[in-house]
């Protein structure tokens, strides 16, 4: 049981440039987010699912795409980055069952510079 | 989600106790109270969670006001492993919810 896996780890990128954030857990959890972390911040929501081929927008959502066509995967797209994308990247997921109110587990991030 | 109120930095002794407090006046009745934690730029980890009564688990307490505007996680004896940023997060649901996270408390546990 891996949990939340994020990868990469760390990530450069040129501005312009596209990329995927890979985001898979294993424990069959229905709810999956994406967060951001700037310096010195808290987390910001970006986007997130609750369940496979469904998802809606966060707080900063603007210049990021999900989908989500399984229950275990919850890519995060980057179209054209950004140096304001430069960031700390968290994925986490959660499970509804039988007890609604129910931990989030996260990844251990992905830290992207965009130059 | 109901708005949290945290101090932005404690200090405390190591094999002491730390008592880290939180203000939701806002909380509505079915949000719950949850603490996180991050240490240095890992996953936020989580905690304990309560809606209205007091809560422990292996790692802290929770103790809820009764008008629920208020809580404190205490954690027993602190170490040096401790030293995190600590989140308090008033939700109904994890998944349903735009949970957001505020800038937390830094607890620096001292020698």
């Known amino acids: 049981n891996a949990g939340v896996t994020q990868t990469p780890k760390f990530q450069v990128l040129k501005t312009g440039q596209s990329m995927t954030l890979q985001c898979a857990q294993d424990?069959?959890?229905?709810?999956m987010s994406w967060y951001r972390q700037d310096p010195g911040m808290g987390l910001r929501l970006i986007h997130y699912?609750?369940?496979?081929?469904?998802?809606d927008q966060g707080e900063v959502p603007n210049g990021y795409n999900v989908s989500r066509s399984t229950t275990e995967d919850f890519p995060l797209r980057l179209l054209s980055a950004a140096p304001s994308q430069t960031s700390v990247y968290f994925c986490?997921?959660?499970?509804?069952?039988?007890?609604?109110?129910?931990?989030?587990?996260f990844g251990q991030g992905t830290r992207l510079t965009v130059v | 989600d109901a708005k949290t109120t945290q101090p932005t930095s404690m200090d405390c002794a190591e094999g002491r106790a730390a008592n880290l407090p939180c203000n939701h006046s806002?909380?509505?009745?079915?949000?719950?109270v949850y603490w996180y934690r991050q240490i240095h730029s890992q996953g936020p980890q989580y905690i304990i969670h309560?809606?209205?009564n007091n809560e422990t688990n292996e790692m802290a307490s929770l103790i809820i006001t009764e008008d629920r505007k208020s809580s404190t996680l205490i954690l027993p004896h602190a170490t040096l492993r401790d030293t995190a940023v600590y989140y308090c997060?008033?939700?109904?649901?994890?998944?349903?919810?735009?949970?957001?996270f505020g800038t937390g408390t830094k607890l620096q546990v001292i020698p």
């Open positions: 986490a997921s959660s499970s509804d069952g039988q007890e609604r109110n129910t931990e989030a587990f």
């Open positions: 424990m069959n959890h229905e709810y």
């Open positions: 699912s609750v369940g496979a081929g469904i998802t």
């Open positions: 806002t909380i509505s009745g079915n949000e719950y």
């Open positions: 309560g809606l209205k």
């Open positions: 997060i008033a939700s109904t649901t994890w998944g349903y919810q735009k949970v957001t």
